[in-house]
């Protein structure tokens, strides 16, 4: 990325084709509306220079709604922008003096304005001649500014088929592309594109405002910001495996085809006609018909990027396929499909979109020779600086550790997502695991930082929606309101971590409002009660209708972390009411401890305690600071009693597991318990494991954490490469599990800030039954390094810290190296 100085106001103009996705102005839509028929679009883009000699320095800045890719001389330097909010929108910036060259040069781009709303886009409003598509760039080179206009050259792409949203879940859109279409050379610099048209620029118009403005700035989303995190990067992917099976018979060889045998039978029973009733039990056809050929790859791994086909074909050859997360059919049923006819020469696929999985499943159709050239996936992930990783006298944990960072790399894009493979949304709770793990073990904290930002886009209730800058972000889809407070809990960790006031007082409002949203549902008693939206806490069965225990412990701690917050920003009249409602809270919550059953009950309904328990509720009242000292021990007992927890995840048989996403019964149905609520505890599902981990850490059982961490190996049998959505079902792929990550460096190794901003760290190792242990955490100077074998203990770094030995004593040490007694 470029650190050129730009001037306040664009160069560059809003350019598109002169026909936009818009139609007019109606007495419903006084701006104008989307053009349903227009959705789906893409332009190319061409603009040549001429140079006397290669630049000293050279930088290029653009943006576009709703995608673009920049192709330099004909290498692609990058895509983008961001994902956003409908009135906010972010340029990229790229030093380009390394591609451009004495002579004639070309800089291209490929705009796509999509129109439906997808997990990472949302529609903006528009105003008459923006919200239809559009790009504005500008080119810097040796500080002489050219800005797109109409000078540059543009031809609407017909090479791609108008791919809509498969469904409601099943939004990752399709990509068909006929390259016979599509000219191979367009983005170098001999093109000829003496037959395409001048750019269309578009003025800015308003019924209220000025109108003519033609540079970024005005409606509808004010002057474009810069890129707050780096650019996605990783690497280049290729498969350990794969088999290709031609027309005529097949010799079924079982042990060849593994598990890729159902979605094979599925495929090639739709080939030959076979009803598709049960395609995870189908028999293999015994035949392929002529002229097709089935290649199955596996990347022995979940990878998550851009896959890459080169292909040596004749005109015409058809390759169709898809990236799985698993091979079964359902997998199938929930993954994009990505289509490509080749032109004869210069076969290359790229595709556009963000691919997660490991299995490829590629049918061609060819009645002459071909030849796949290559075959990969070029990943695309926020990038991790990595501090030294956990390693332990124990290999199952270190395993767990590796791939937890793993899992978490996956699900961290241009934000914090739910799952590279399945749905790729930036789901407002799920990332309070994301962005612990990266605080702990990643030096790279950009994107740490920006989530909270970015997910801060409240209703107009003020309550924030279940994602951000996606399709579930609008108002006609409800909302998820624990994830609000799992929110502020992030703008609590990142002032701990960073100690940015800054950002933490521009987030202060929509924290304060999202605890008022909860007041207006609170009862006489203080807690909450039957509020609006889908109370999910966890997919387990944690019984939630009237006043939910859970939900109230986490408010609880939500008002606890805004009083401190307020403290912090020196704001005592907020603090004073955040305080105030936590204890009001505090005090009610007595209503959910049954003496007899020695726990805290999950709900109250109609002023009668329900019959269920859960760690939910025993964690979430710990962290919240709730749990009366006299109780302390009971809960610590219920949380460690670890052969009364079960757990049932309604994901079992949904996602790509069995039945498909959408099939099924609706997975937030919480049926009455079925269990012997008097012996058995509903246990958390991988998500929930932080806030029991955090409880037991209070309640002085850290030793414990280690044996607790290894319930992951279990996750490991399903998917040794990255760690499922719940112990039972879902995603193959899912960031919020991924908390061993953080839990092994905070926890075990014990590394934490004791200030914030880490001007001073605490370190109070608790390696349990391990007698060996190390690793590093994160901080703003450079990394802690921390060493315990046995009693000894050696620790290196770069700030002050106390450490804190087993037994409770502290000592105070300077930044460097101490060796130490545990």
């Keep these: 990325m470029s650190s050129t100085t730009w001037p306040e106001t664009w160069t560059g103009r809003w350019i598109w084709s002169d026909r936009p996705a818009l139609a007019g102005p109606s007495a419903e839509h006084p701006y104008g509306a989307p053009a349903p028929e227009r959705f789906d679009t893409r332009v190319l883009l061409r603009r040549a ?100 206009d109409a000078s540059w050259r543009i031809r609407e792409a017909e090479a791609w088929t108008p791919a809509p949203p498969a469904g409601f879940l099943v939004t990752q859109p399709d990509e068909l592309l006929d390259a016979r279409l599509l000219d191979a050379d367009w983005t ?82 739709s080939w030959t006609g076979a009803a598709d009733e049960a395609s995870d039990d189908l028999e293999l056809p015994a035949q392929v018909p002529a002229g097709r050929h089935l290649l199955v790859v596996d990347f022995g791994a979940i990878v998550s990027g851009r896959l890459e086909l080169r292909l040596d074909a004749t005109v015409g050859t058809t390759a169709v396929g898809s990236l799985l997360e698993a091979p079964t059919s359902a997998a199938l049923d929930s993954a994009a499909v990505l289509g490509y006819v080749c032109r004869g020469s210069d076969d290359r696929f790229v595709s556009s979109e963000r691919l997660g999985g490991r299995w490829l499943v590629l049918l061609v159709e060819s009645e002459t020779a071909w030849r796949l050239d290559d075959i990969a996936v070029l990943e695309r992930m926020r990038p991790r600086e990595a501090v030294e990783p956990f390693r332990s006298d124990d290999g199952r944990l270190d395993r767990i ?116 949203w909860f007041d207006r549902h609170r009862g006489g008693d203080g807690l909450v009660s039957d509020v609006p939206g889908w109370v999910l806490i966890d997919w387990s ?29 020196g704001d005592a009249g907020r603090a004073a009411w955040a305080r105030d409602r936590h204890a009001a809270i505090g005090a ?62 309604p994901l079992a048989d949904h996602g790509a597991d069995a039945l498909g996403p959408v099939a099924g019964t609706p997975v937030s149905v919480r049926d009455a318990p079925d269990w012997d609520t008097e012996r058995l505890t509903v246990g958390a599902q991988p998500f929930f494991r932080p806030l029991v981990h955090e409880a037991l850490d209070l309640l002085g059982a850290t030793d414990r954490l280690p044996d607790l ?33 953080r839990d092994l460096i905070v926890f075990t190794l014990g590394i934490r800030p004791a200030e914030p901003g880490c001007t001073r760290m605490r370190i109070a190792p608790r390696p349990g039954g391990l007698t060996r242990v190390s690793g590093a955490a994160a901080t703003p100077f450079g990394p802690v390094r921390v060493a315990v074998e046995g009693d000894r203990v050696e620790i290196d770094s770069p700030v002050p810290f106390t450490f804190v030995d087993r037994d409770g004593r502290e000592s105070a040490h300077p930044a460097g190296a101490v060796t130490t007694r545990l």
């Excluded at 030096?443 to 930082?449: F, G, I, K, N």
């Excluded at 109230?552 to 701690?557: H, M, S, T, V």
């Excluded at 726990?599 to 328990?613: F, P």
Aim: aromatic share 8%.
């Design 188 to 269: 170098h610099p001999d093109y000829d594109d003496s037959d395409w048209q001048p750019a269309t620029v578009l003025h800015e118009h308003s019924i209220v405002g000025p109108s003519g403005r033609t540079t970024p700035g005005g409606e509808p989303w004010g002057a474009p910001g810069p890129r707050p995190v780096p650019a996605l990067t990783g690497e280049r992917r290729s498969p350990v495996a794969g088999l290709i099976l031609s027309g005529g018979e097949v010799a079924w060889d079982g042990a060849a085809l593994g598990p890729a045998r159902a979605v094979l039978s599925g495929l090639l029973a």
């Design 709 to 741: 961490l290894l319930d992951w190996d279990a996750l490991l049998a399903d998917g040794p490469t990255a760690f499922r959505e719940c112990w039972e079902g879902g995603s193959y792929c899912h960031g919020w599990s991924g908390t061993p990550a």
């Design 401 to 516: 550790y590796d791939v937890a960072l793993r899992t978490v790399d996956l699900s961290s894009h241009d934000a914090y997502v739910d799952c590279p493979t399945r749905e790729q949304r930036a789901w407002t709770g799920d990332s309070v695991v994301h962005q612990s793990v990266d605080f702990a073990a990643n030096l790279d904290w950009s994107l740490p930082r920006w989530s909270p930002q970015l997910l801060a886009q409240p209703r107009t209730d003020g309550i924030l929606p279940m994602v951000a800058a996606g399709d579930f972000a609008t108002p006609a889809v409800p909302t998820i309101p624990d994830w609000s407070l799992h929110w502020i809990r992030q703008v609590h960790r990142l002032h701990e971590y960073t100690g940015d006031l800054e950002v933490v007082a521009s987030l202060m409002p929509v924290a304060e409002n999202v605890l008022r």
């Design 49 to 148: 220079l001429r140079l006397d000699g290669a630049p000293r320095s050279a930088s290029l800045r653009i943006t576009a709604d709703s995608d673009y890719r920049l192709f330099v001389n004909g290498r692609e330097l990058g895509s983008g922008p961001i994902r956003h909010s409908p009135r906010r929108i972010e340029y990229d910036e790229y030093a380009i003096e390394d591609a451009l060259v004495a002579g004639l040069n070309v800089v291209a781009v490929l705009a796509r304005f999509r129109g439906f709303p997808s997990p990472w886009w949302e529609p903006s409003p528009t105003s008459f001649t923006l919200g239809g598509g559009c790009v504005a760039a500008e080119i810097s080179i040796d500080g002489d500014i050219v800005g797109t």
């Design 588 to 649: 009610a919550f007595e209503v959910f401890w049954d003496e007899g059953r020695g726990a805290y009950r999950d709900t109250v309904i109609d002023g009668t305690r329900g019959r269920s328990v859960s760690e939910h509720t025993a964690a979430a009242a710990v962290c919240a600071g709730i749990v009366p000292a006299h109780r302390t021990a009971a809960v610590r007992r219920l949380l460690l009693d670890r052969s009364a927890v079960f757990t049932r995840s």
């Design 541 to 569: 069965p944690v019984q939630v209708e009237g006043r939910s225990a859970a939900l109230n412990a986490l408010l609880a701690r939500a008002f606890r972390d805004v009083a401190e917050l307020s403290d912090a920003l």
